[in-house]
Protein backbone atom coordinates (compact mmCIF):
# COMPACT_ATOMS: atom_id res chain seq x y z
CA UNK A 1 0.00 0.00 0.00
CA UNK A 2 1.32 3.25 -0.70
CA UNK A 3 0.67 6.23 0.99
CA UNK A 4 1.00 10.26 -0.06
CA UNK A 5 2.73 12.70 2.38
CA UNK A 6 3.99 15.88 2.93
CA UNK A 7 6.87 17.05 4.92
CA UNK A 8 6.34 20.68 6.45
CA UNK A 9 8.31 22.74 8.78
CA UNK A 10 5.73 24.11 11.52
CA UNK A 11 5.71 27.34 13.43
CA UNK A 12 8.31 28.95 11.29
CA UNK A 13 9.43 31.56 8.89
CA UNK A 14 11.67 30.16 6.86
CA UNK A 15 12.45 25.90 5.62
CA UNK A 16 14.75 24.31 8.13
CA UNK A 17 13.44 25.94 11.21
CA UNK A 18 10.43 25.27 13.34
CA UNK A 19 9.20 21.62 14.46
CA UNK A 20 9.48 19.34 11.29
CA UNK A 21 5.97 17.38 10.69
CA UNK A 22 5.23 14.10 8.30
CA UNK A 23 1.42 14.48 6.73
CA UNK A 24 0.42 10.95 5.66
CA UNK A 25 -3.06 10.66 3.42
CA UNK A 26 -4.85 7.95 2.58
CA UNK A 27 -4.78 6.25 6.06
CA UNK A 28 -7.93 5.02 6.80
CA UNK A 29 -6.74 1.37 6.32
CA UNK A 30 -4.07 1.88 8.66
CA UNK A 31 -3.72 0.02 11.79
CA UNK A 32 -2.82 1.95 15.48
CA UNK A 33 0.27 -0.29 15.32
CA UNK A 34 0.95 0.33 11.82
CA UNK A 35 1.06 4.13 12.15
CA UNK A 36 3.39 3.80 15.07
CA UNK A 37 5.93 1.86 13.35
CA UNK A 38 5.40 4.65 10.39
CA UNK A 39 5.76 7.57 13.27
CA UNK A 40 8.94 5.59 14.85
CA UNK A 41 10.88 5.59 11.45
CA UNK A 42 10.25 9.07 10.28
CA UNK A 43 11.25 10.09 13.77
CA UNK A 44 10.23 13.21 13.69
CA UNK A 45 8.08 14.93 17.15
CA UNK A 46 5.18 13.73 15.80
CA UNK A 47 3.66 12.47 12.65
CA UNK A 48 0.00 12.48 11.89
CA UNK A 49 -2.19 10.52 9.49
CA UNK A 50 -5.35 11.44 8.11
CA UNK A 51 -8.33 8.87 8.39
CA UNK A 52 -11.01 10.49 6.83
CA UNK A 53 -11.71 13.20 4.21
CA UNK A 54 -14.42 15.22 3.45
CA UNK A 55 -13.25 17.52 0.59
CA UNK A 56 -16.87 18.73 0.08
CA UNK A 57 -17.39 20.42 3.33
CA UNK A 58 -13.36 20.63 3.74
CA UNK A 59 -13.10 18.78 7.08
CA UNK A 60 -11.08 15.77 8.05
CA UNK A 61 -10.40 13.10 10.62
CA UNK A 62 -6.65 13.06 12.08
CA UNK A 63 -4.61 10.83 14.64
CA UNK A 64 -1.50 12.22 15.84
CA UNK A 65 1.85 9.79 16.69
CA UNK A 66 5.46 10.47 18.36
CA UNK A 67 8.00 7.77 18.01
CA UNK A 68 6.57 6.36 20.99
CA UNK A 69 3.06 6.76 21.29
CA UNK A 70 -0.27 8.14 20.17
CA UNK A 71 -1.55 11.85 21.16
CA UNK A 72 -4.92 13.07 22.08
CA UNK A 73 -3.71 16.64 21.00
CA UNK A 74 -0.91 18.47 20.00
CA UNK A 75 -0.57 21.93 18.62
CA UNK A 76 2.31 21.41 15.70
CA UNK A 77 0.76 18.60 13.84
CA UNK A 78 -2.60 20.67 13.51
CA UNK A 79 -1.15 23.53 12.28
CA UNK A 80 0.65 21.58 9.58
CA UNK A 81 -2.27 18.95 8.79
CA UNK A 82 -3.99 21.91 8.70
CA UNK A 83 -1.90 24.04 6.07
CA UNK A 84 -1.21 20.82 4.18
CA UNK A 85 -5.32 20.63 3.53
CA UNK A 86 -5.47 23.92 3.05
CA UNK A 87 -2.55 24.80 0.70
CA UNK A 88 -2.36 21.37 -1.12
CA UNK A 89 -5.73 19.23 -0.68
CA UNK A 90 -8.30 20.94 -0.51
CA UNK A 91 -9.73 23.06 -3.13
CA UNK A 92 -9.57 27.21 -3.85
CA UNK A 93 -7.67 27.23 -0.64
CA UNK A 94 -10.14 28.05 1.89
CA UNK A 95 -9.51 29.79 4.78
CA UNK A 96 -11.37 28.03 7.26
CA UNK A 97 -12.04 24.10 7.55
CA UNK A 98 -12.39 21.65 10.46
CA UNK A 99 -10.36 19.18 12.09
CA UNK A 100 -11.06 16.19 13.95
CA UNK A 101 -8.63 15.26 16.81
CA UNK A 102 -9.28 12.51 19.66
CA UNK A 103 -10.40 15.17 22.24
CA UNK A 104 -12.78 16.26 19.94
CA UNK A 105 -13.41 19.31 16.90
CA UNK A 106 -10.61 21.65 16.89
CA UNK A 107 -11.55 25.35 14.49
CA UNK A 108 -9.09 25.87 12.09
CA UNK A 109 -8.95 29.18 10.15
CA UNK A 110 -6.09 31.34 8.15
CA UNK A 111 -5.29 34.90 8.34
CA UNK A 112 -2.80 35.62 5.57
CA UNK A 113 0.09 33.28 5.93
CA UNK A 114 -0.67 32.50 9.38
CA UNK A 115 -2.76 29.56 10.77
CA UNK A 116 -4.83 29.45 13.60
CA UNK A 117 -6.94 26.90 15.91
CA UNK A 118 -8.67 27.76 18.93
CA UNK A 119 -7.53 25.61 22.21
CA UNK A 120 -10.25 23.84 24.10
CA UNK A 121 -10.82 24.90 28.03
CA UNK A 122 -7.86 24.13 30.33
CA UNK A 123 -7.46 22.90 33.30
CA UNK A 124 -4.82 23.93 36.19
CA UNK A 125 -3.65 21.27 38.10
CA UNK A 126 -1.32 20.56 41.08
CA UNK A 127 1.44 23.37 42.19
CA UNK A 128 4.81 22.39 42.81
CA UNK A 129 7.54 23.91 45.05
CA UNK A 130 10.72 25.22 43.46
CA UNK A 131 12.97 23.69 46.03
CA UNK A 132 11.96 20.48 43.95
CA UNK A 133 13.87 21.24 40.76
CA UNK A 134 17.95 21.24 42.07
CA UNK A 135 17.54 17.85 42.94
CA UNK A 136 17.20 17.06 38.66
CA UNK A 137 18.35 20.28 37.35
CA UNK A 138 21.19 22.98 37.27
CA UNK A 139 18.42 25.27 38.65
CA UNK A 140 19.31 26.83 42.10
CA UNK A 141 16.10 29.04 43.79
CA UNK A 142 17.14 32.24 42.47
CA UNK A 143 16.69 31.25 39.09
CA UNK A 144 12.55 30.83 39.77
CA UNK A 145 10.36 33.81 39.06
CA UNK A 146 8.54 34.26 42.85
CA UNK A 147 5.71 35.99 40.91
CA UNK A 148 4.08 32.48 39.41
CA UNK A 149 3.50 29.17 40.91
CA UNK A 150 5.04 26.21 39.30
CA UNK A 151 1.79 24.33 38.02
CA UNK A 152 0.64 21.63 35.65
CA UNK A 153 -1.82 22.96 32.98
CA UNK A 154 -3.79 20.98 30.31
CA UNK A 155 -5.84 22.05 27.20
CA UNK A 156 -5.66 18.40 25.88
CA UNK A 157 -2.06 17.43 26.78
CA UNK A 158 -0.58 18.41 30.31
CA UNK A 159 2.82 20.10 30.87
CA UNK A 160 4.18 21.40 34.20
CA UNK A 161 4.56 25.33 33.73
CA UNK A 162 8.04 26.42 35.02
CA UNK A 163 8.59 29.98 35.56
CA UNK A 164 12.27 31.31 34.86
CA UNK A 165 13.47 34.79 35.79
CA UNK A 166 16.03 35.01 32.75
CA UNK A 167 16.69 33.99 29.35
CA UNK A 168 20.38 32.98 31.01
CA UNK A 169 19.19 30.67 33.47
CA UNK A 170 16.66 29.24 30.57
CA UNK A 171 20.08 28.80 28.05
CA UNK A 172 22.16 26.97 30.36
CA UNK A 173 19.60 24.76 31.55
CA UNK A 174 20.47 21.18 32.35
CA UNK A 175 18.40 18.35 33.77
CA UNK A 176 19.10 14.66 34.69
CA UNK A 177 17.26 12.56 32.46
CA UNK A 178 17.22 9.56 35.17
CA UNK A 179 16.18 11.95 37.88
CA UNK A 180 13.77 14.15 35.38
CA UNK A 181 11.76 11.31 35.03
CA UNK A 182 11.54 9.77 38.03
CA UNK A 183 10.20 13.08 39.40
CA UNK A 184 7.47 13.28 36.32
CA UNK A 185 6.22 10.14 36.89
CA UNK A 186 5.91 10.73 40.92
CA UNK A 187 4.40 14.36 40.42
CA UNK A 188 2.44 14.20 36.67
CA UNK A 189 -1.16 13.31 36.37
CA UNK A 190 -1.30 11.30 33.09
CA UNK A 191 0.50 9.52 31.15
CA UNK A 192 1.98 12.60 28.98
CA UNK A 193 4.80 14.03 31.12
CA UNK A 194 6.72 17.15 30.27
CA UNK A 195 8.07 20.77 31.49
CA UNK A 196 7.62 23.71 29.77
CA UNK A 197 10.04 26.56 30.70
CA UNK A 198 9.51 30.08 30.39
CA UNK A 199 11.07 33.25 30.79
CA UNK A 200 9.57 36.80 30.14
CA UNK A 201 12.36 39.26 29.84
CA UNK A 202 12.50 42.73 28.47
CA UNK A 203 8.85 41.83 27.31
CA UNK A 204 9.96 38.50 25.07
CA UNK A 205 8.67 35.45 25.74
CA UNK A 206 10.84 32.46 25.25
CA UNK A 207 11.06 28.95 26.66
CA UNK A 208 11.69 25.35 25.73
CA UNK A 209 10.01 21.86 26.35
CA UNK A 210 11.49 19.02 27.51
CA UNK A 211 10.58 15.17 28.51
CA UNK A 212 11.64 11.93 28.57
CA UNK A 213 10.52 9.55 25.13
CA UNK A 214 12.14 6.26 24.52
CA UNK A 215 14.86 6.33 27.85
CA UNK A 216 16.12 9.60 26.41
CA UNK A 217 16.26 13.33 27.20
CA UNK A 218 13.89 14.92 24.18
CA UNK A 219 13.87 18.78 23.39
CA UNK A 220 11.01 20.33 21.58
CA UNK A 221 11.89 22.78 18.59
CA UNK A 222 7.94 23.78 18.88
CA UNK A 223 5.18 22.63 21.08
CA UNK A 224 1.65 24.06 20.21
CA UNK A 225 -0.45 21.99 22.94
CA UNK A 226 2.13 23.27 25.30
CA UNK A 227 1.91 27.08 23.91
CA UNK A 228 -1.82 26.65 24.28
CA UNK A 229 -1.08 25.44 27.98
CA UNK A 230 1.13 28.96 28.60
CA UNK A 231 -1.08 30.86 27.36
CA UNK A 232 -4.02 29.70 29.87
CA UNK A 233 -1.46 30.25 32.77
CA UNK A 234 -0.66 33.90 31.61
CA UNK A 235 -4.08 34.88 30.91
CA UNK A 236 -4.87 33.56 34.30
CA UNK A 237 -1.98 34.67 36.56
CA UNK A 238 -0.23 37.70 34.51
CA UNK A 239 -2.79 39.56 31.88
CA UNK A 240 -6.70 39.11 30.78
CA UNK A 241 -5.78 39.53 27.70
CA UNK A 242 -2.46 39.00 25.70
CA UNK A 243 -1.17 39.11 22.37
CA UNK A 244 2.36 37.80 21.76
CA UNK A 245 4.97 35.69 20.22
CA UNK A 246 6.43 32.68 22.04
CA UNK A 247 10.11 32.30 21.25
CA UNK A 248 10.78 28.14 21.39
CA UNK A 249 13.71 26.19 19.51
CA UNK A 250 16.75 28.63 19.74
CA UNK A 251 18.86 26.72 21.36
CA UNK A 252 18.55 23.60 19.27
CA UNK A 253 19.08 25.24 15.99
CA UNK A 254 15.29 25.19 14.94
CA UNK A 255 14.02 29.13 16.14
CA UNK A 256 10.25 28.94 16.12
CA UNK A 257 7.48 31.40 16.57
CA UNK A 258 3.99 30.46 18.21
CA UNK A 259 1.70 33.31 18.02
CA UNK A 260 -0.80 34.04 21.03
CA UNK A 261 -3.83 35.72 21.26
CA UNK A 262 -5.90 35.38 24.01
CA UNK A 263 -8.30 36.81 26.60
CA UNK A 264 -10.26 35.44 29.41
CA UNK A 265 -13.85 36.84 30.18
CA UNK A 266 -15.66 36.05 32.78
CA UNK A 267 -14.05 32.44 33.71
CA UNK A 268 -14.05 31.18 29.89
CA UNK A 269 -10.61 31.23 28.19
CA UNK A 270 -10.45 32.12 24.37
CA UNK A 271 -6.97 30.56 23.71
CA UNK A 272 -6.27 31.17 19.77
CA UNK A 273 -2.22 30.01 19.00
CA UNK A 274 -1.18 30.64 15.49
CA UNK A 275 1.81 30.01 13.03
CA UNK A 276 3.15 29.56 9.89
CA UNK A 277 4.69 26.28 7.69
CA UNK A 278 6.74 25.71 5.24
CA UNK A 279 6.74 23.18 2.38
CA UNK A 280 9.72 20.89 2.65
CA UNK A 281 8.71 17.78 0.33
CA UNK A 282 6.56 15.29 -0.81
CA UNK A 283 6.30 11.67 -1.97
CA UNK A 284 4.76 8.46 -1.47
CA UNK A 285 5.60 5.65 1.28
CA UNK A 286 5.18 2.13 0.93
CA UNK A 287 3.32 1.36 4.09
Known sequence: MSLPFYIVDVFADKKYAGNQLAVFLDAENLKAEEMQQIAREINFAESTFVTKLDRENNRAEI????????????????????????????????????????????????????????????????????????SFSNLTIDDFD????????????????????????????????????EWLKQHCKTNHRALYFYSFENSKLSSRM?????????????????????????????????????HQGDYINRPSQIYFKGKLEQDQFDIKIGGKAQFVAKGDWEA
Not at 71 to 96: C, D, R, Y
Not at 221 to 236: E, I, M, P, R, V
Open 146 to 181: NQYLIQEVTTGSAFVIVPLNSQRALENLVLDKDKTN
Open 63 to 134: RIFTPAHEMQFAGHPIIGTSWVLMNKIFENTPEKIALEVPIGPIAINKTEDLIWLKAAQPKFWDVFAKEDFP
Open 210 to 246: LCVENNQLVEDAATGSASTCLQAYLLKYHASEIELTN
